[in-house]
């Protein structure tokens, strides 16, 4: 099974609108991270924002905040207000317990219409 | 600045030449990666190591070779290279162990084998 799931390889948003990214994650280890990375056209890959498995609040970071429900195994990243540069290549992201492997989604490409 | 650079940022090559990627994160972290990242944007993990341990040796041609001489710096080096290697190759790092540490990436090196 994959263990980080994102079923849409495309999205499109009005600016100044709310836009919401899916992403569900198969673990049995209680203990996880789960992490979102905007990749816009340049390239570069900028961690946006972290959830913990044991946080009991959702992610926030600015304009970002993550949609966490632990029963579903579902983090979907919530971007407020979309902008021009909003415009890029999401990935999702999970880490488990004590290991190094971080298990990354296919990533969504999000456009920002204005 | 802090940070994970990684040089060159781009590199066009003929097959067959033989061509290294240095990388080099100044964060203090102990855990460090080569991804690879395809035309689809899909990220594979290549390597990793932890303090100059290799901990990670994903199914990748012996073509590749990666060194790290210490814990901040890891490079990769690629024989007789061929058309298929051409890709986004992402340097990253991050602290060992612990769920809660994100990967933070190098702005990558845009490989073209021609």
């Known amino acids: 099974a994959q263990k980080i799931t994102q079923t849409q390889p495309g999205m499109f948003v009005q600016e100044k609108e709310a836009v919401t990214l899916d992403c569900t994650y198969d673990t049995s280890d209680p203990s996880y991270g789960l992490f979102w990375y905007k990749q816009p056209s340049s390239g570069e890959m900028i961690f946006l924002i972290y959830q913990g498995s044991y946080d009991q609040q959702n992610a926030t970071e600015g304009r970002y905040s993550l949609n966490f429900q632990k029963a579903r195994k579902s983090a979907n990243l919530v971007i407020s207000a979309s902008q021009l540069g909003d415009s890029a290549m999401y990935f999702c992201?999970?880490?488990?317990?004590?290991?190094?492997?971080?298990?990354f989604g296919t990533g969504t490409s999000l456009t920002v219409i204005p | 600045d802090t940070a994970v650079s990684q040089t060159p940022k781009y590199l066009v090559t003929q097959m067959g030449n033989d061509k290294s990627i240095k990388c080099e994160q100044n964060?203090?972290?102990?855990?460090m990666y080569w991804y690879k990242q395809d035309s689809k944007k899909f990220l594979k993990i290549m390597f990793s190591?932890?303090?100059?341990?290799?901990?990670i040796n994903e199914t990748v041609p012996n073509r590749f070779s990666p060194k790290s001489p210490d814990k901040a710096h890891l490079n990769l080096h690629i024989n007789s290279l061929e058309l298929g290697d051409s890709a986004v190759y992402f340097c990253?790092?991050?602290?060992?162990?612990?769920?809660?540490?994100?990967?933070?990436f190098g702005n990558g090196t845009r490989l073209t084998v021609t």
């Open positions: 190591y932890n303090n100059k341990e290799l901990i």
């Open positions: 964060l203090g972290h102990d855990t």
């Open positions: 992201a999970m880490r488990e317990g004590a290991g190094n492997q971080f298990y």
């Open positions: 990253a790092s991050t602290r060992r162990g612990s769920y809660n540490s994100p990967l933070h």
